[in-house]
């Protein structure tokens, strides 16, 4: 009987590590503090509204919430559940759920003399000013429990003192309250930020690191069933100048740690990475690199890419990556800011480069360092070298954003298999998903990227079209017509395999019809000022243009439109209501009204 209860434990472990993929397929950013109180009151999306990015579907959509009422500035992290529904986000001194509104407990979190100064009349604030100061982690041992971990500010000293947890509990309902609150767990002057995370060999809990303020002393902090508590003290990294802005990362496969520590008014940056052993929590020095940094810039970032090959650092305007097997090859230049201003003529508006986040796409994000840009930078290739990354600067029109980006660890790492500490019997059985994007010259020509994850080990690629079935990991791939094809993704391990299919309708398939029910098409924003973003959805075109027709039905603008998201250029266009037609050829796709102000 004993034996049985065992084993029914570690299946429903594996059963729930299968499932929790979803965790930060929301987030919820912006900042409605600068907006006009009119753009805040009625229910149009514009150019201030508060949103979340979706990536519940995909390509991944912009979500608008003109009531949201949480301001952010640096300090966010959130947390959807396994089926990828919001349950909570933070800026460090408020939690509001999943409608917006405060959960049970969470008005006033983390309250301390730097939670006082910030605090504006009205009660709201920005939240804390810590890049990567806030970070919400599962509660080993408990399915509906969640922590946060917070960097505690120290105003007297400019740099944080503490780790404070709060405990939050979520029902099935996504309701969720504090059942613990302001719980110190660490007491040490730490940088301004780089809270990061990665799951234990075991597959269950998890390793946080914490940086001192010298950049000196790496913190590791182990949570398990029993709570958070400091595992090492490791005094390995370099002197840096204190009070200075850090963002870290986890290699996704959790066997590196990089931290880069920017003193922007001093014009220089520091670049650490580590070897890191899941099992015992150790760190290892790899490297160490000195940076150029622009005086007086703010946004020096770290992230890795996809497969654990390539990290990539920034300071304002230069993005490098290096190649982590080896790392005393000279780093390549990837791309250097173009001058871009979200809005011409205003200097502050500035869309130079910043923090990033790992998208659940296979992309990198990341939102500029002038903080007041309404525009994100976009990386779709991140495993390939060089400029076949494809990082895009300015490629996703957002409402205005001050730095804020949430800070996710990566859920779906699963466990060591093989390690000393591969003990609960959670085994990875791998789930698969795949994106794709058509060629723009050829729209046949269809790119596979695979996003499965729990370590597949092979692949195999059914594209409906007859044609003989395809190992490699991700392939490009020329369908015969157009037509509509039910790809399938099948991927194994030796544990178990799984399937994932997709429906592609490319082209019109020479009906009348043969858009119009299948293309999926949202814009934003809607009034808009300048440009405008359509994305196009589960509808590959053969010939995809976007008209805008005058209350005349004159045409004024046609663009060529592609699978994905496209920005439209409206600044020469007059104020007034325009109705926009999608078309594929002499096909309709779909239709609607845009305002522009």
Known sequence: MFKYFIVLICWSISQTMAISQKNDYIWPMGNHGEAPIDYIENDSTNEWTPFSLDFNVDPMVIQ??????????????????????????????????????????????????YWQYLEDKSGESDGFRVPQGVIILPQPGQDDQIILVTIIYNLDFNAGEALWSNTIQYDDQIQAKILSKDVTILKDTLKSGGLKAVRHANGRDWWLIAVSDDFTTFTT??????????????????YHQEASITEAAFSPDGSMYAVIDGQYW???????????????GVLCTRYFDHIPISRGAIGTGVVFSPDSKYLYINNDTSLYQYEVADMWKPRVLIDEYDGFQSFPHESAFRTVFGYWASGPDGRLYSVAGSGTSSHMHIMDYPNERGKACSFRQHALKIPNNPFSIPNFPNYRLGPLDGSPCDTLGIDNHPIAKYRYEADSIQYHRLRFTDLSYFRPETWSWDYGDGSPRESI???YHTFPKDGTYNVCLTVSNENSSNTSCRTITIGTSGTDDGGTQRADVSIFPNPVQDYLLVTLAEYVPAYGEIMMYDISGRIVKIQRIYYGQNNVDMRHLPAGVYVWRLMDGKVAVSEGKVVKE
């Open 64 to 113: 608008y919430f003109t009531r949201r009422r949480m301001k952010m500035s640096f300090a966010n992290a959130a947390f959807a559940n396994d089926r990828g529904k919001l349950v909570c986000y933070t800026n460090g001194m408020h939690i509001n759920g999943h409608d917006d509104h405060r959960i049970t407990g969470g008005d006033t979190i983390n309250f301390c003399p």
């Open 473 to 475: 990991q991700s392939p």
């Open 266 to 280: 001093q014009g220089s940056g520091l670049l650490a990475l580590f070897d890191f052993d899941r099992c015992s």
């Open 221 to 238: 902090i182990l949570i398990d069933p029993k709570g958070p508590k400091v595992i090492h003290r490791q005094k390995l990294g370099r």
